[in-house]
């Protein structure tokens, strides 16, 4: 479940940031606040904020793929942890 949020955290601040930078062109190309607006926005991608959601995503992967190779090895069938992440999938609820 951590892995899903984290997920749409990522792909949300992305989108917008995209978004902003499709805006910035279109509209306000001759705008002198652009540039530090800009550059503000660089420092934030690129900032310790980011990279945290982006480190708690990969321990929260991690944690997934270990809890999966435990109910693995305790209990041989994993047809009802296979239907369990089949459910919480992103892209499994629009199949």
């Given at each position: 479940m951590w892995r899903n949020l984290w997920t749409i955290?990522?792909?949300?601040?992305?989108?917008?940031?995209?978004?902003?930078?499709?805006?910035?062109?279109?509209?306000?190309?001759?705008?002198?606040?652009?540039?530090?607006?800009?550059?503000?926005l660089g420092t934030i991608v690129q900032g310790t904020g980011i990279r945290w959601i982006v480190d708690r995503r990969a321990e929260a992967v991690k944690e997934e793929e270990e809890a999966y190779n435990d109910v693995k090895k305790?209990?041989?069938?994993?047809?009802?942890?296979?239907?369990?992440?089949?459910?919480?999938?992103?892209?499994?609820?629009?199949?």
């Open positions: 955290l990522l792909f949300a601040f992305g989108a917008s940031v995209v978004v902003f930078l499709v805006l910035a062109i279109v509209f306000f190309i001759r705008q002198d606040w652009l540039p530090a607006t800009l550059t503000t305790e209990c041989g069938d994993t047809s009802a942890a296979d239907g369990l992440r089949a459910k919480q999938t992103i892209l499994g609820r629009f199949r």
